[in-house]
């Protein structure tokens, strides 16, 4: 699955926004139909959407469009006006119900097959923002294969259950665990919750290096000088991959010679922790 460390919303409504979002080199862009954007402006903001993605070069990032909710009355034309741009995946907001994820996939087979596009191409990647999302979250993680990414939508989340935003994030604690988790259990990436307050480059970098500790892959972000930090806390450091890389090399040492479990610089290592390290490696592509 491709790298999806920073993925950057830019409303479609805004033209200058759109045309700067393709030169930044974040690893996702998210063309948004929903929340960023006024509710007058959302026929304009599919069109500007459809012509960004028609006309715009985004270089090495992968192309997306947030379109609104199941429930918001409006998805079915957001669908409509922009598939014919071929995006190379949609973000589902508010999914509540395997059954929306479904429904979307139908039309994009039709689509596709009309197109001659290949089959299963365009990715989905579903938002858990709501109570009924998380408890749902097993049968919308398992029912979809175009299903690549959980997101977990904090603000929305927190929003639903009537709980008080802090900075320390204690009451959405337990939703980015249990959204991390279901995405693993069913080998899906998972993209951690936004940082609103972009002036703050250190809250920024705290809480992209927690959720790259709780075992996210990338994370949302609202704006360009959020895109390197972001995209740094989840690549694994230059002492990380050595570190890796020492685990892995003493684990084949030793497996050589019968020990399943070793000691490496007086700690104990045995599969989990050889396993993480093969992890880390991974993430690099190694
Ligand atoms: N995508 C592309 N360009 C962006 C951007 C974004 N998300 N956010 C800001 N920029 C551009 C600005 O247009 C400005 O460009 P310029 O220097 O060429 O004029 C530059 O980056 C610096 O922006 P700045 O002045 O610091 O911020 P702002 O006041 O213009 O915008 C926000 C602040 C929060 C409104 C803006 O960052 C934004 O729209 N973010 C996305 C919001 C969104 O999509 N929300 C819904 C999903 S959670
Ligand atoms: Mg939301």
Redesign the pocket.
């Given at each position: 699955m491709r790298a999806r460390r920073a993925l950057?919303?830019?409303?479609a409504s805004?033209w200058?926004?759109?045309q700067?979002?393709a030169t930044?080199g974040a690893d996702c862009v998210c063309l948004?139909l929903?929340?960023?954007v006024a509710p007058n402006m959302k026929a304009e903001a599919r069109q500007l959407a459809l012509r960004a993605l028609q006309e715009l070069d985004f270089g090495r990032s992968e192309r997306l469009v947030r379109l609104n909710g199941a429930e918001s009355g409006l998805q079915a034309e957001d669908l409509a006006a922009t598939l014919p741009g071929r995006p190379d995946g949609l973000v589902l907001p508010k999914v509540s119900h395997p059954e929306q994820l479904r429904q979307i996939s139908q039309q994009i087979v039709q689509h596709e097959a009309a197109q001659g596009w290949p089959a299963g191409s365009l990715a989905l990647l579903a938002q858990i923002e709501s109570a009924l999302g998380l408890v749902n979250a097993r049968e919308i993680a398992s029912g979809e294969p175009r299903l690549q990414a959980l997101i977990f939508g904090a603000e929305d989340y927190a929003s639903d259950l009537g709980a008080k935003r802090s900075t320390e994030g204690r009451e959405v604690a337990y939703a980015r665990s249990a959204v991390v988790t279901f995405a693993a259990a069913y080998g899906l990436q998972a993209i951690d919750m936004?940082w609103v307050d972009?002036r703050d480059g250190e809250g920024l970098a705290r809480l992209a290096a927690e959720g790259a500790g709780l075992g996210y892959s990338g994370m949302?972000i609202?704006?360009?000088?959020q895109i390197e930090p972001v995209q740094n806390a989840f690549t694994p450091s230059t002492e990380e991959l050595a570190a890796a890389r020492r685990v892995v090399e003493a684990y084949e040492a030793n497996i050589a010679e019968g020990r399943g479990a070793f000691a490496l610089d007086g700690k104990m290592v045995d599969m989990p922790i050889v396993k993480a390290a093969q992890r880390v490696l991974a993430r690099a592509g190694e």
């Open positions: 950057l919303y830019v409303p805004d200058h926004k759109l700067k979002a930044l948004d929903e929340d960023g936004l972009f949302q609202i704006h360009p000088s």
